[in-house]
């Protein structure tokens, strides 16, 4: 896989060649993924089950300070089987897999809302807004200061600037 993103990377190709490349790229890469994952999945149908009823209770509970008590409770295995199972699954151990939980509906607040960055590092489960930031940066990269002033959701808040600007697009359009 890590050759095919390598190969993307690389490539230089101008015009319809690089639309065939890079259609060619992605469908080679979604067959790496789809062959992964059979891979990952546990070998007896009631592990994957449990498996995916504990993704689905952290993905419902991640900013709640989910223990490892609940999830053994919940999954009915020992820790160790659920670790393992669960790494196998997912490609991550279960603290991380919450953190990117957290990081990911925080990319959103800061994304769609006005949300303080406390707040959302608050709304995310996180004890602190230094531990906020260094997960933030960790995950995607950027502070989530940084995250909001390049992604910043601009929208129109008065309806009649969408009639004036649709207004200039028609006339423009039709003379």
């Known amino acids: ?11 230089r190709l101008p015009g319809m060649a690089a639309e065939l490349f890079y259609v060619a790229k992605a469908y080679e890469l979604m067959a790496a993924l789809l ?17 995916l009823c504990v ?28 670790k393992t ?3 196998q699954f997912t490609g991550s151990s ?6 990117m ?10 994304f769609d ?16 807004l230094n531990g906020f930031t260094k997960s933030f940066k960790k995950q995607i990269g950027i502070s989530p200061s940084e995250y909001r002033k390049q992604f910043k959701f601009n929208c129109i808040k008065d309806i009649s600037q969408v009639e004036s600007v649709t207004a200039d697009v028609v006339s423009s359009s039709f003379p």
Do not use: W
């Open 55 to 82: 993704i689905d209770y952290i993905n419902q509970h991640y900013a709640e300070g989910i223990k490892q008590e609940e999830l053994v409770r919940l999954s009915n295995m020992c820790p160790t089987k659920l």
């Open 94 to 99: 279960i603290t991380d897999y919450i953190v």
């Open 113 to 128: 809302t006005d949300m303080s960055i406390k707040q959302i590092a608050r709304a995310t489960g996180f004890d602190t």
């Open 101 to 110: 939980q957290k990081t990911d509906c925080a990319t959103h607040l800061l």
């Open 35 to 51: 062959e992964m994952g059979f891979n990952r999945a546990p070998k007896k149908s009631e592990d994957y089950e449990r498996i």
């Open 1 to 11: 896989m890590m050759n095919v993103l390598s190969d993307i990377r690389k490539a």
């Open 85 to 87: 199972l669960f790494h």
